[in-house]
Every structure is written in structure tokens, then in C-alpha cells.
């Protein structure tokens, strides 16, 4: 079964601090690989679409990577700030699957303190 | 600038009475999907539409309909709800299929079966 795994649950930083997000996933074969912000009560807003043939996409202060043949994906976010604060979702498009059909990890909650 | 609207927020229910979640995009997108969220499993698909006229099942579609009214409709029925069915709904879009795909979500429909 194709799954998405993020580790950690749950993390917490100071304000300024640099930080990395984990995603792993259970099959190289994918389509894209997508990282999405969850706020509290709200909906899903898509941060960064990395196609397969990509290694890496960049907005701002998130840089998203890609290694399909280790299964990876990291999220880094430099200068973090209390407005960083949500739930980071990854999602994957398996080949399996249409490149639409998105299978998401559970997330990891992440808490940026003053 | 709505994107994807979800109706309605919130809802309560009987077990065994029904009701239908409706959602619209604005942005002429081709496909559509249906999303429920749970406390540790991350999204799972129920229903997707991939173009007007299409719909097929995701992962969990047991005990739920889905009508792809037009190119900017896509509803999501409980013919007859369960509590199994206590859930956070989200409605998505996305322009097409092929590989480059940004999701669009509305706000989520929270849904409780008592």
C-alpha cells in the first residue's frame, strides 16, 4: 500500500529559528509531491508543487526538496515566525493513480513561540 | 476571488437522516474531489470528478453520492449517515490532471452524526 509518513507529530521552535519537515513516502514511482499549510477550523492552502523530474522548488522562505529514490521529501523554512505557526500536510501523487488522486501524511503540527 | 465554496460549515445530524455538502469553484477547473479529514489519518479521498460528466471513487467512498452537477458543481450525498461518518468534509479543484496540478480546498463542512 502506497503511504505517507511525517515524523514528527508535533514540533515546537523559537521565533528566528531554522527548521526542517519530514515527509517519507513508499514508492518512488510518483507524479508530483505537494506541501500544504493547515490553519486551525480552516482549509488546505498549497505552499509548494514539486514535479517528479524536479529536485526542488522555492517561495519565499520555504524551500521544498525532493529525493524520489530515498523516498524523501524535506520542507525547510528559514527565519521562522509566530505567523509560521499551523499544521504542514505532504501529499503525493502516485503513478499508480491519476497525477490528481493525492495521498496525504498526517502532518506535522508545528508551534513557532515567542 | 471565492475559489472553492463549501456549504454548509457546519452540520448535525441524525443517525439515518440524510444530506447533501455543496461546493462550487470559481476558477474553471476541470476536476473535482471530495476529502473527509479524521484525527490521525490524514485526508482520505471519497469521490473525484475528473472532468464534467465523470465521477469515480477514491478510498473511501462507502456510504456516500456524489452528483457532478455542472463543470463548477460537485456534491457530496449521505444517504443515510452514520456515526462512522462524524468527519471533517473538504471539497477540492484542480485544473486538470496532468502532472502540474495545484488542489485549491474550500474551508472544510464539519459534520457530526449523533
Known amino acids: 500500500k502506497q503511504e505517507v509518513t511525517q515524523i514528527p507529530a508535533a514540533l515546537s521552535v523559537p521565533e528566528g529559528e531554522n527548521l526542517v519537515l519530514n515527509c517519507s513516502f513508499t514508492?518512488?514511482?510518483?507524479?508530483?509531491l505537494q506541501w500544504f499549510r493547515q490553519d486551525p477550523g480552516k482549509g488546505l492552502t498549497s505552499l509548494l508543487l514539486?514535479?517528479?523530474?524536479?529536485r526542488e522548488q522555492t517561495s519565499g522562505r520555504l524551500n521544498a526538496s525532493l529525493d524520489k529514490s530515498s523516498g524523501r521529501s524535506t520542507l525547510y523554512i528559514a527565519a521562522s515566525q509566530p505567523g509560521d505557526s499551523a499544521t504542514y500536510l505532504c501529499?503525493?501523487?502516485?503513478?499508480?493513480?491519476?497525477?490528481?488522486?493525492?495521498?496525504f501524511g498526517t502532518g506535522t503540527r508545528l508551534q513557532v513561540t515567542l | 476571488n471565492a475559489g472553492v465554496t463549501q456549504t454548509p460549515k457546519f452540520q448535525v445530524l441524525k443517525t439515518g437522516q440524510s444530506m447533501t455538502l455543496q461546493c462550487a469553484q470559481d476558477m474553471n477547473h476541470n476536476s473535482m474531489y471530495w476529502y473527509r479529514q479524521d484525527p490521525g489519518m490524514g485526508l482520505r479521498l471519497i469521490y473525484y470528478?475528473?472532468?464534467?460528466?465523470?465521477?469515480d471513487k477514491g478510498e473511501v467512498p462507502n456510504g456516500y453520492n456524489v452528483s457532478r452537477l455542472n463543470k463548477r458543481e460537485f456534491s457530496l450525498r449521505l444517504e443515510s449517515a452514520a456515526p462512522s461518518q462524524t468527519s471533517v468534509y473538504f471539497c477540492?479543484?484542480?485544473?486538470?490532471?496532468?502532472?502540474?496540478?495545484?488542489?485549491?480546498f474550500g474551508a472544510g463542512s464539519r459534520l457530526t452524526v449523533l
Open positions: 477540492a479543484s484542480s485544473r486538470g490532471e496532468s502532472g502540474a496540478n495545484v488542489l485549491t
Open positions: 470528478s475528473a472532468s464534467e460528466g465523470t465521477t
Open positions: 501529499a503525493v501523487a502516485f503513478q499508480t493513480g491519476t497525477a490528481s488522486k493525492l495521498t
Open positions: 514539486i514535479q517528479s523530474s524536479q
Open positions: 514508492d518512488s514511482a510518483i507524479y508530483n
